[in-house]
């Protein structure tokens, strides 16, 4: 998932294996407003579109999926639990067939009853908006012929809604549907849900908060869904109840700005990466009081479009890679990131270290000149927030010193990411992204970033355009498999092949924080290592 922009298994700093319902022990209060900010609008606040950690964070606690990810920090987090299904999926015929069956009584936040058959729709809308996630969902059968047509139903989704049945048929096994089935693309909405963006005016939720105000580019509220205390929160002991009783989001663009309001107790919380520039100084003050590192599963990386000149030449790609210098971005970054030069991050299975490419001016300058491009005027893009403007900046830099003509194109972080993937943005040449976990499965670094069918017209999570009919199926085979040794050394034999054709220049895993104010109880904030903080563990001293 590409996370926040500045952003989750695992191996981050806390392994406490916990959930917090609203009667936690922790002493603190109940009730009360939760206060805080984001650098940047959410993606989308639309469970189906959303692709960043903001987005994730922001819905964690409001939109459920049958299945969801267990409420703990660490390699518990990791864990998928029941949310709306009674249980975790019986698997038959092979692997191909998953039945759930959804709880009795269950109920959206505006009284509409949730039926079995809402599933069924809410794929459909998936597919209907053109969602980022709906190639994780491509393998049910016939859904790829709904995804063109947009009617006629998904024949390989029954559902009964008198037994709350739900029965998905898959064209050939997936060893990450489990996985896929507690993404928020697919949480539950009320059939009929209009198949547009719903940011503006967010949907009816199934979780212990709902979503009451949103006002794009500036703030969202929640307030307490009130079909929780009356149904869904005894249905769903899985999931806690939360403290506060409301929670307001303000979008403060100025990250300094919110640095400042957490020390002086006007924000409870920022969601942001801290700026390379204050990093230090609030980790040595605040660290174990008020501020936690936290160590995601995660890639940092420029891209390069391979569809089209100049990056359609390996030999192109492979002088970029040398020419970038790891070192100098851990230092952009302040410490934050450690340098790596491979797909897979470290504590991701089948990552074995590797680097094709070490630093090496000359060498990068030798290529670029045996290559000898013709078009040598390229658009470079990143966004707005530190420090990936300063990184977008220095890959500009580097490019023009090997014999490029390139001009830097900074965007504002609320519409960066759909606006590089969208196939009709112009001069998509090379840019500036990241890639936080979706679920702990090498599988997730290759099928959404480098699988051919990823390449989509809107949303497209591709954006290096690779298309490799043989590593495609590689990526497709390995998908269908359960993960075991012998998968982790083809997707460690995978990373090493991408990279010999180098579409990206990987440069490092990135930690992201908590920071909170005095009046949050820090030892009691939840950070789950794919959806961020947990909205439900805030509570008032």
């Avoid at 809410?122 to 049910?140: A, D, L, M, Q, W």
């Avoid at 009130?226 to 002991?237: F, S």
Wanted: glycine share 8%.
């Amino acid at each position: 998932m590409r996370k926040p922009h500045a952003a989750l298994v695992v191996a981050l700093l806390t392994m406490v294996a916990i959930g917090v319902s609203s009667c936690g022990g922790s002493g603190g209060k109940e009730g009360g407003t939760l206060t805080g900010s984001y650098a940047s609008f959410p993606d989308y606040l639309d469970p189906a579109l959303s692709y960043t950690a903001e987005g994730w964070t922001a819905m964690y606690d409001t939109y459920l999926p049958l299945l969801t990810y267990n409420h703990a920090d660490g390699a518990a987090g990791a864990e998928v639990v029941p949310a709306l299904a009674e249980s975790l999926p019986k698997i038959s015929n092979g692997g191909k067939t998953y039945t759930l069956t959804l709880r009795k009584g269950l109920k959206y936040s505006d009284g509409t009853p949730v039926k079995a058959s809402d599933f069924g729709s809410t794929v459909e809308r998936v597919f209907k908006i053109n969602s980022p996630g709906s190639p994780f969902y491509t393998g049910i059968v016939g859904a790829e012929e709904f995804a063109e047509t947009k009617s006629g139903g998904i024949p390989g989704i029954k559902t009964d809604d008198k037994t709350g049945e739900i029965e998905i048929e898959l064209s050939q096994p997936r060893g990450t549907f489990t996985n896929e089935l507690a993404m928020l693309f697919v949480a539950l909405l009320p059939s009929g849900t209009a198949a547009k963006n719903l940011s503006a005016n967010p949907p009816p939720a199934t979780g212990p908060y709902e979503i009451v105000e949103s006002e794009p580019g500036r703030s969202w509220s929640y307030a307490r869904n009130p079909q929780w205390a009356k149904t869904n929160g005894d249905l769903i002991p899985e999931v806690p109840s939360g403290h506060v009783d409301k929670i307001e989001i303000s979008v403060v663009r100025n990250s300094a700005t919110q640095v400042n309001e957490i020390e002086s107790d006007k924000t409870n919380w920022m969601q942001t990466i801290l700026p390379a520039d204050l990093y230090n100084g609030v980790k040595d003050k605040y660290e174990g009081t008020q501020f936690r590192v936290e160590r995601p599963i995660n890639l940092y990386y420029f891209w390069m479009n391979t569809a089209k000149a100049p990056f359609d030449d390996v030999k192109v790609r492979q002088a970029v890679n040398y020419a970038v210098d790891s070192a100098a971005l851990e230092r952009i970054y302040a410490g934050a990131l450690s340098a790596t030069h491979q797909i897979l991050p470290e504590g991701m299975p089948g990552h074995e270290a590797f680097n094709l490419y070490p630093h090496n001016m000359a060498k990068a300058k030798a290529l670029f000149k045996e290559a000898n491009p013709s078009d040598r005027e390229i658009t470079v893009w990143t966004d707005n927030e530190s420090p990936n403007d300063e990184a977008g900046a220095y890959f500009n830099d580097v490019l023009n010193k090997i014999g490029f003509k390139a001009t830097l194109k900074t965007i504002n972080a609320d519409s960066y990411f759909p606006l590089i993937g969208n196939a009709s943005t112009p001069d998509l040449d090379a840019g500036w992204t990241d890639w936080y976990e979706d679920y702990p499965h090498p599988n997730d670094f290759f099928q959404p970033l480098l699988a051919g069918e990823s390449i989509l017209p809107t949303y497209n999570t591709n954006v290096a355009q690779i298309d490799v009919p043989e590593l495609n199926a590689k990526i497709a085979k390995l998908g269908e498999e359960q993960l075991g040794p012998e998968q982790e050394a083809d997707y460690a034999a995978l990373d090493r092949e991408y990279m010999e054709l180098a579409p990206w220049v990987p440069y490092g895993t990135n930690t992201v924080s908590t920071f909170v104010d005095s009046e949050i109880d820090l030892d009691e904030v939840i950070f789950n290592p794919t959806m961020g903080q947990d909205l439900t563990s805030f509570q008032l001293k």
